[in-house]
């Protein structure tokens, strides 16, 4: 058990120190200024980079182009989505009454 602990904090200190820098992401895009680099989370066992527009994920020294998946949506999807959020259902506007206790009832003023 104690073995195992030293090995699993051994391995989250190399992902710590191993964890790259503005610098070297300055290094990997090929930029010779710190302009329009930024480092937009550090969870300190990797972080996450956006240089003009595009993501970039670090951990232990290298960069992968995260890519931000598009879904595609039909128009007959988008037609029905459009017209459920336009649709006046009474029925979906009701006011909420809670229920009451036994005993009582409901007076209106």
């Not at 200190?13 to 680099?37: E, W």
């Not at 992968?64 to 336009?86: G, H, M, P, T, Y």
């Not at 809670?98 to 003023?109: D, R």
């Amino acid at each position: 058990m104690k073995k195992s602990l030293y090995i699993l904090g051994g391995i989250i200190l190399l992902f710590i120190i191993t964890n790259p820098s503005i610098s070297a992401f300055k290094a990997y895009i090929g930029s010779n200024t710190y302009s329009g680099l930024k480092r937009t989370t550090n969870l300190f066992v990797c972080s996450i980079y956006k240089h003009n527009g595009v993501d970039y994920f670090g951990i232990t020294g290298n960069f992968f182009e995260l890519k931000k998946q598009q879904v595609q949506i039909s128009d007959s999807e988008k037609q029905r989505i459009i017209d459920s959020a336009n649709m006046s259902d009474s029925s979906r506007m009701k006011e909420y009454t809670p229920p009451l206790p036994k005993g009582y009832t409901a007076v209106k003023n």
